[in-house]
Protein backbone atom coordinates (compact mmCIF):
# COMPACT_ATOMS: atom_id res chain seq x y z
CA UNK A 1 0.00 0.00 0.00
CA UNK A 2 1.41 3.32 -1.13
CA UNK A 3 2.11 6.03 2.01
CA UNK A 4 -0.22 8.54 -0.25
CA UNK A 5 -3.34 5.94 1.14
CA UNK A 6 -1.77 5.78 4.61
CA UNK A 7 -4.04 8.25 6.24
CA UNK A 8 -5.44 8.25 9.47
CA UNK A 9 -8.94 8.00 8.16
CA UNK A 10 -8.16 4.82 5.92
CA UNK A 11 -6.22 3.37 9.03
CA UNK A 12 -9.11 3.78 11.26
CA UNK A 13 -11.41 2.30 8.38
CA UNK A 14 -9.45 -0.80 8.62
CA UNK A 15 -9.46 -0.75 12.68
CA UNK A 16 -12.85 -0.64 13.13
CA UNK A 17 -13.71 -2.99 10.44
CA UNK A 18 -11.72 -5.28 12.72
CA UNK A 19 -14.35 -4.91 15.25
CA UNK A 20 -16.74 -6.44 13.05
CA UNK A 21 -15.32 -9.46 13.49
CA UNK A 22 -16.30 -12.10 15.47
CA UNK A 23 -14.90 -15.52 15.42
CA UNK A 24 -11.45 -16.61 15.60
CA UNK A 25 -11.19 -17.46 12.01
CA UNK A 26 -12.89 -14.12 11.05
CA UNK A 27 -9.82 -11.95 13.22
CA UNK A 28 -7.17 -14.26 12.03
CA UNK A 29 -7.91 -13.65 8.76
CA UNK A 30 -8.26 -10.21 9.28
CA UNK A 31 -4.72 -9.86 10.55
CA UNK A 32 -3.25 -12.26 8.02
CA UNK A 33 -4.47 -9.50 5.63
CA UNK A 34 -3.03 -6.74 7.61
CA UNK A 35 0.57 -7.76 8.41
CA UNK A 36 1.98 -6.19 4.93
CA UNK A 37 1.16 -2.54 6.38
CA UNK A 38 0.63 -2.59 9.73
CA UNK A 39 3.76 -0.87 11.12
CA UNK A 40 3.10 1.69 9.37
CA UNK A 41 -0.66 2.03 9.92
CA UNK A 42 0.13 1.86 14.00
CA UNK A 43 2.66 4.54 13.48
CA UNK A 44 0.02 6.56 11.63
CA UNK A 45 -1.89 5.94 15.48
CA UNK A 46 0.92 7.13 17.18
CA UNK A 47 0.65 3.79 19.07
CA UNK A 48 2.96 3.77 22.24
CA UNK A 49 2.30 0.40 23.80
CA UNK A 50 5.42 -1.53 22.57
CA UNK A 51 7.75 1.71 23.42
CA UNK A 52 5.76 2.04 26.80
CA UNK A 53 6.29 -1.68 28.00
CA UNK A 54 9.79 -1.86 26.89
CA UNK A 55 10.96 1.58 29.28
CA UNK A 56 9.19 -0.59 32.15
CA UNK A 57 11.27 -3.65 31.82
CA UNK A 58 14.11 -1.82 31.17
CA UNK A 59 13.56 0.49 34.29
CA UNK A 60 13.15 -2.66 36.83
CA UNK A 61 15.13 -5.48 34.85
CA UNK A 62 18.84 -5.98 36.45
CA UNK A 63 20.23 -8.69 34.78
CA UNK A 64 21.84 -9.92 32.04
CA UNK A 65 20.01 -8.30 28.61
CA UNK A 66 21.67 -9.99 26.56
CA UNK A 67 21.53 -13.11 27.91
CA UNK A 68 17.78 -12.94 29.43
CA UNK A 69 15.35 -15.27 27.10
CA UNK A 70 11.82 -13.07 26.56
CA UNK A 71 8.76 -14.58 25.77
CA UNK A 72 6.85 -12.08 23.42
CA UNK A 73 3.33 -12.94 22.80
CA UNK A 74 1.28 -11.68 20.31
CA UNK A 75 4.50 -10.76 18.75
CA UNK A 76 2.68 -10.08 15.58
CA UNK A 77 5.38 -8.17 13.83
CA UNK A 78 7.74 -7.38 16.02
CA UNK A 79 7.41 -4.11 17.66
CA UNK A 80 7.76 -4.96 21.04
CA UNK A 81 11.20 -7.10 20.56
CA UNK A 82 12.48 -3.95 18.39
CA UNK A 83 11.91 -1.68 21.33
CA UNK A 84 13.28 -4.25 23.98
CA UNK A 85 16.57 -4.89 21.54
CA UNK A 86 17.11 -1.04 21.96
CA UNK A 87 17.48 -1.97 25.41
CA UNK A 88 20.02 -4.29 25.35
CA UNK A 89 17.76 -7.43 24.88
CA UNK A 90 18.54 -9.94 22.39
CA UNK A 91 17.04 -13.12 22.53
CA UNK A 92 13.73 -13.32 21.49
CA UNK A 93 10.78 -16.04 20.91
CA UNK A 94 7.63 -14.81 19.56
CA UNK A 95 3.85 -16.53 19.64
CA UNK A 96 1.21 -15.13 17.45
CA UNK A 97 -2.36 -16.42 15.66
CA UNK A 98 -1.50 -14.93 12.74
CA UNK A 99 1.00 -16.94 9.96
CA UNK A 100 1.20 -13.57 8.03
CA UNK A 101 1.91 -11.61 11.46
CA UNK A 102 4.61 -14.31 12.37
CA UNK A 103 6.36 -14.46 8.53
CA UNK A 104 6.83 -10.17 8.80
CA UNK A 105 8.53 -10.96 12.49
CA UNK A 106 10.57 -13.46 11.17
CA UNK A 107 11.87 -11.34 8.13
CA UNK A 108 12.86 -9.03 10.92
CA UNK A 109 15.55 -11.07 12.02
CA UNK A 110 14.85 -10.44 15.76
CA UNK A 111 13.66 -13.61 17.05
CA UNK A 112 15.32 -17.32 17.36
CA UNK A 113 12.44 -18.92 17.26
CA UNK A 114 8.41 -18.28 16.24
CA UNK A 115 5.42 -20.36 17.04
CA UNK A 116 1.89 -20.72 15.68
CA UNK A 117 -0.51 -20.68 18.83
CA UNK A 118 -4.23 -18.92 18.61
CA UNK A 119 -4.02 -17.56 22.56
CA UNK A 120 -6.79 -18.24 25.10
CA UNK A 121 -7.53 -21.67 22.90
CA UNK A 122 -4.97 -24.29 24.44
CA UNK A 123 -1.61 -23.83 26.34
CA UNK A 124 0.85 -21.96 25.06
CA UNK A 125 3.26 -24.07 22.64
CA UNK A 126 6.50 -23.17 25.28
CA UNK A 127 8.00 -24.69 27.99
CA UNK A 128 6.70 -22.75 31.64
CA UNK A 129 9.57 -21.76 33.76
CA UNK A 130 11.64 -20.87 30.91
CA UNK A 131 11.50 -17.08 30.42
CA UNK A 132 13.40 -14.41 32.14
CA UNK A 133 10.65 -11.67 30.85
CA UNK A 134 7.40 -12.48 29.39
CA UNK A 135 5.78 -9.21 27.65
CA UNK A 136 1.90 -9.43 25.88
CA UNK A 137 1.16 -6.39 24.36
CA UNK A 138 -2.02 -5.38 22.53
CA UNK A 139 -3.98 -8.52 22.75
CA UNK A 140 -5.12 -7.87 26.15
CA UNK A 141 -8.58 -6.37 25.37
CA UNK A 142 -12.11 -6.64 24.62
CA UNK A 143 -12.91 -9.35 21.77
CA UNK A 144 -9.39 -10.50 21.53
CA UNK A 145 -7.39 -12.61 24.60
CA UNK A 146 -9.29 -14.09 27.36
CA UNK A 147 -8.25 -12.76 30.54
CA UNK A 148 -7.45 -15.84 32.34
CA UNK A 149 -4.32 -15.79 29.86
CA UNK A 150 -2.23 -14.19 32.37
CA UNK A 151 -2.05 -17.18 34.17
CA UNK A 152 -0.26 -18.80 31.24
CA UNK A 153 2.38 -15.73 30.93
CA UNK A 154 2.97 -16.39 34.59
CA UNK A 155 3.78 -20.50 34.28
CA UNK A 156 6.09 -19.29 31.31
CA UNK A 157 8.21 -17.59 33.52
CA UNK A 158 11.33 -18.22 35.62
CA UNK A 159 10.96 -17.64 39.39
CA UNK A 160 11.92 -13.67 40.18
CA UNK A 161 11.53 -13.36 36.33
CA UNK A 162 8.93 -10.17 35.12
CA UNK A 163 5.75 -10.30 33.45
CA UNK A 164 4.72 -6.89 31.43
CA UNK A 165 1.30 -6.72 30.28
CA UNK A 166 -0.77 -3.69 28.97
CA UNK A 167 -4.21 -2.91 27.78
CA UNK A 168 -6.31 -0.09 26.66
CA UNK A 169 -8.50 2.27 29.21
CA UNK A 170 -10.83 3.77 26.94
CA UNK A 171 -14.45 2.87 27.59
CA UNK A 172 -15.08 0.13 24.83
CA UNK A 173 -12.42 -1.40 26.85
CA UNK A 174 -13.59 -0.42 30.34
CA UNK A 175 -15.07 -4.08 31.46
CA UNK A 176 -12.51 -5.93 29.99
CA UNK A 177 -9.93 -3.83 31.61
CA UNK A 178 -11.48 -4.49 35.45
CA UNK A 179 -11.71 -8.11 34.99
CA UNK A 180 -8.20 -8.01 33.76
CA UNK A 181 -7.51 -6.31 37.10
CA UNK A 182 -9.10 -8.34 39.38
CA UNK A 183 -7.51 -11.33 37.73
CA UNK A 184 -4.09 -9.61 38.50
CA UNK A 185 -5.18 -9.21 42.07
CA UNK A 186 -6.10 -12.17 42.85
CA UNK A 187 -2.83 -13.85 41.14
CA UNK A 188 -0.90 -11.32 43.52
CA UNK A 189 -3.34 -13.29 46.88
CA UNK A 190 -2.79 -16.55 45.44
CA UNK A 191 1.18 -15.54 46.29
CA UNK A 192 1.87 -16.30 42.23
CA UNK A 193 3.57 -13.07 41.86
CA UNK A 194 4.11 -9.43 43.12
CA UNK A 195 3.17 -6.03 41.21
CA UNK A 196 6.22 -4.02 40.42
CA UNK A 197 4.36 -1.18 38.60
CA UNK A 198 1.11 -0.04 37.34
CA UNK A 199 1.67 3.12 34.85
CA UNK A 200 -1.92 4.94 33.18
CA UNK A 201 -0.84 6.58 30.27
CA UNK A 202 -2.96 9.17 29.12
CA UNK A 203 -2.05 9.50 25.50
CA UNK A 204 -1.95 5.76 24.10
CA UNK A 205 -2.93 6.41 20.72
CA UNK A 206 -5.21 8.50 17.98
CA UNK A 207 -8.82 7.27 18.90
CA UNK A 208 -10.63 5.77 16.04
CA UNK A 209 -13.72 5.37 17.28
CA UNK A 210 -16.55 8.28 16.34
CA UNK A 211 -17.39 8.29 20.37
CA UNK A 212 -13.58 9.45 21.06
CA UNK A 213 -11.50 12.22 19.87
CA UNK A 214 -7.72 13.03 20.24
CA UNK A 215 -6.04 10.08 21.61
CA UNK A 216 -6.93 7.24 24.13
CA UNK A 217 -5.71 6.06 27.51
CA UNK A 218 -4.26 2.67 28.39
CA UNK A 219 -2.10 0.77 31.31
CA UNK A 220 1.43 -0.86 31.68
CA UNK A 221 1.09 -3.29 34.36
CA UNK A 222 4.71 -4.82 35.59
CA UNK A 223 4.73 -8.23 38.22
CA UNK A 224 7.74 -10.32 38.94
CA UNK A 225 6.73 -13.91 39.79
CA UNK A 226 7.04 -15.21 43.08
Not at 32 to 58: F, G, H, T
Not at 150 to 167: A, N
Not at 188 to 194: A, D, I, S
Request: with cysteine; hydrophobic share 40%.
Amino acid sequence: MSAVTNTFENVKAVILSCHKNSTSEEKVNFYNSWAENYDQDVAVLDYRAPSLAANSISTHFSGHREAAVVLDVACGTGLVAKQMKTHGFGHFVGIDGSQAMLEVARESGLYQDLKHCMLGEGPLPVQWGLFDVVVIVGALSVGQVPVDVVRELCKSTIPGGYICMTTRSNHDNLEYKASLERELKQMEEEGLWTCVEVSQVVDWERAVSEQEHGYIPGAVYLYKKL
